[in-house]
C-alpha cells in the first residue's frame, strides 16, 4: 500500500487538526490557544465522521472540546472589549503596566489594594519584615539608611520591591516626602492569580528586577555626577 493510499482527504484533515492542536499548546497567547483549538476540534469532524461507521464516541467529545474552547474564546474576547479602567487603575496603569494590553492587567488590578501615606509617615522601616509590593501613583518618598538620604522615589516608582521577591527584610527606611497615593499587592493575596496563572509570577518579578536595575543606575550616575 502507498502512502497515498493511506491519505485520504480526511485523514490529511485530521493531520493538520493533530498539528494545530500542538501548535496551541506552544502558544502564550490565550486568545491564539483557544481560537487553534477551535479550529483543531472542528477539523477533526470529517475524519471521525467518514469511517465506514462513524466514530461517535470520538465525535461527541471532540464536541465537547470545542464548545468548552469556544466558550472560553467568547468570554475572553467579551473581557478585553469591556475592560475600564478607574482613575487609579488607569494611572497604574499609564505609569507602569503599559507594556501589558489592558485585559491583561485586569487581573493585576483586581488583588490590588489602595492607600493614602500622608507626608512624614514611615511606610516602611528598616530592618522589618515585608511581603507587599508598592506602586506610587501621587507623591514621593525619601529612603533613609542611618538617617541619610540615598534616594527619592516618585510616581511610577516601586517600594519594597527586593524584600517582595527574596523575602528578605526591608534594608532602609521608606518616609514619605509628600502626601502620597499607593497601590499595592501583599504575596500572600496574589497567590491564587500566581497559581493559576504563572506567568504573572514571572512577570511581578520581572517588573521588580527592573526596577532595582533602573534605582541602581540612577543613583550609580549621581554618584558619578
Known amino acids: 500500500m502507498q502512502i497515498t493510499d493511506y491519505l485520504t482527504d480526511a485523514t490529511v484533515v485530521f493531520f493538520f487538526a493533530n498539528s494545530l492542536y500542538v501548535v496551541s499548546y506552544m502558544l502564550t497567547s490565550m486568545f491564539w490557544l483557544r481560537l487553534l483549538a477551535v479550529i483543531a476540534a472542528a477539523s477533526t469532524f470529517p475524519y471521525f465522521y467518514f469511517q465506514a461507521e462513524p466514530l461517535w464516541s470520538a465525535l461527541f467529545w471532540q464536541s465537547c472540546f470545542l464548545v468548552v474552547n469556544l466558550v472560553s474564546l467568547l468570554?475572553?474576547?467579551?473581557?478585553?472589549?469591556?475592560?475600564?479602567?478607574?482613575?487609579d487603575e488607569g494611572l497604574a496603569y499609564g505609569v507602569r503596566f503599559s507594556d501589558l494590553k489592558p485585559h491583561e492587567v485586569r487581573p493585576i488590578f483586581k488583588y490590588a489594594q489602595r492607600m493614602t501615606v500622608p507626608a512624614g509617615e514611615i511606610l516602611l522601616r528598616d530592618g522589618e519584615a515585608?511581603?507587599?509590593?508598592?506602586?506610587?501613583?501621587?507623591?514621593?518618598?525619601?529612603?533613609?539608611?542611618?538617617?541619610?538620604?540615598?534616594?527619592?522615589?516618585?510616581?511610577?516608582?516601586?517600594?519594597?520591591?527586593?524584600?517582595?521577591?527574596?523575602g528578605e527584610a526591608i534594608s532602609a527606611d521608606v518616609i514619605a516626602a509628600t502626601d502620597c497615593r499607593l497601590m499595592h499587592w501583599s504575596k500572600h493575596g496574589l497567590a491564587p492569580l500566581f497559581r493559576r496563572q504563572g506567568l504573572y509570577e514571572s512577570y511581578f518579578n520581572s517588573v521588580c528586577s527592573l526596577d532595582v536595575a533602573g534605582k541602581l543606575r540612577t543613583m550609580t550616575e549621581g554618584h558619578a555626577a
Open 75 to 87: 468570554v475572553l474576547l467579551y473581557s478585553i472589549r469591556s475592560v475600564q479602567f478607574d482613575e
Open 130 to 166: 515585608n511581603d507587599s509590593l508598592y506602586l506610587i501613583l501621587e507623591g514621593s518618598f525619601q529612603v533613609l539608611k542611618n538617617g541619610a538620604k540615598v534616594a527619592e522615589l516618585g510616581q511610577g516608582h516601586l517600594v519594597g520591591e527586593l524584600s517582595f521577591i527574596s
